[in-house]
């Protein structure tokens, strides 16, 4: 078994979390209809209810507006001429920014990404910003018996999403495969983490909406999950929706600290961010709610605690950096 169990989890972190309120009602996973806010954004379902999270801590809920990635449909970011197509993962999230800037629609003012740039060798049109640590395991059923001291090494999970004939079995069980939903950044920062590309991803692999653990029902589901969004789910620090999953170990590395805390080494650890139109950095509104360590994203408060550490991410000691030329591309 893994060595942290759900259920022991869910126990040390309530343990160590219940002083402070963890366990108040989740942040509204929209804005109330009608409340349009200073600052519209949406994208990455990894980083969509520490958003949420932090819209609520910050200015009493009256500056960031951050929309969820589902359901489907359309999203109304202003009053006038804003209801948009809801961007689902973070490349959507960021199309979407690029798009409001092209038109200057105001529609939205920043995107969430769980990944990096895609391009930095033709535009800096756009700074992704870190603000916390995240890492990606992988989920199975935890009455699986893939969930037997699951510890994977890179190598078979290249082959797992592949589909190599040789990696189809594993403790007796045939593997089922399944990856985010295209345009997720969890998707993409997972498989090049494998080092493998979209066109060599094998045809048993199945998609699914990342980060939600109902999907896996069937004794040979595998998936990549993020671990920050495992611990507020477990946690009821948000809308539970892990089901029946556990996760395992990559290359011996262990997704959870002994306190049940995200282990920010993790061995797939990334920052995740939050997007804006590089133009836009000397805006006063932006740079007070994402720029440097002081900013009001990096700050966020509630009943005492981080609102970042809240949700299961880790604190970065480069919150807020603009600095970085690699951070800086997309089009």
């Known amino acids: 078994m893994n060595v942290i169990s759900r259920a022991r989890l869910g126990a040390v972190l309530g343990a160590a979390v219940l002083g402070v309120g963890v366990f108040a009602a989740p942040a509204l996973a929209d804005p109330p209809a009608g409340d349009y806010r200073v600052l519209a954004g949406a994208g990455s379902d990894t980083t969509q209810d520490v958003l949420n999270g932090i819209g609520d801590a910050v200015d009493g809920g009256r500056t960031i507006a951050s ?11 202003r009053e006038v001429n804003c209801e948009i197509a809801r961007p689902n993962g973070s490349s959507a999230g960021v199309t979407a920014l690029n798009t409001a ?8 003012d920043f995107a969430r990404s769980s990944r990096g740039p895609a391009d930095t060798s033709t535009s800096q049109d756009l700074t992704f910003i870190p603000f916390a640590k995240d890492a990606v395991s992988v989920a199975v059923r935890d009455d699986s018996a893939l969930n037997n001291d699951l510890d994977l090494t ?8 592949r589909c190599d004939a040789g990696a189809r079995v594993l403790n007796g069980v045939t593997l089922t495969p399944l990856l985010p939903q295209l345009n997720s950044g969890t998707r993409t920062f997972f498989l090049g983490r494998i080092g493998v590309t979209e066109a060599q991803v094998g045809s048993c692999v199945a998609t699914m909406q ?3 653990g109902l999907a896996l029902d ?11 969004q495992y611990i507020s789910q477990v946690t009821n620090v948000v809308e539970d929706r892990h089901g029946a999953t556990a996760l395992g170990r990559i290359d011996g590395s262990e997704p959870f600290t002994a306190e049940g805390t995200l282990n920010t080494g993790f061995v797939y650890n990334r920052d995740v ?16 709610v ?15 605690q981080s609102v970042i550490e809240k949700y299961g991410f880790g604190r970065i000691d ?14």
């Open 218 to 228: 069937t004794a040979g589901d595998i998936a990549p999950y993020s671990i920050a």
């Open 101 to 108: 800037v092209d038109t200057n629609s105001g529609c939205l």
């Open 210 to 212: 990342e980060h939600n």
């Open 67 to 77: 929309y969820n990635a589902t359901p489907t449909g359309t999203v109304k970011t």
């Open 154 to 161: 890179t190598a078979q999970l290249a082959a797992i999403f």
């Open 318 to 331: 480069h919150c807020g950096d603009t600095t970085d030329p690699a951070l800086k591309g997309e089009r």
């Open 290 to 304: 994402f720029t440097g360590t002081d900013s009001k994203v990096c700050t966020a408060v509630s009943a005492g």
């Open 273 to 288: 961010y939050n997007v804006v139109p590089t133009a836009k950095l000397t805006d006063p509104v932006i740079d007070a």
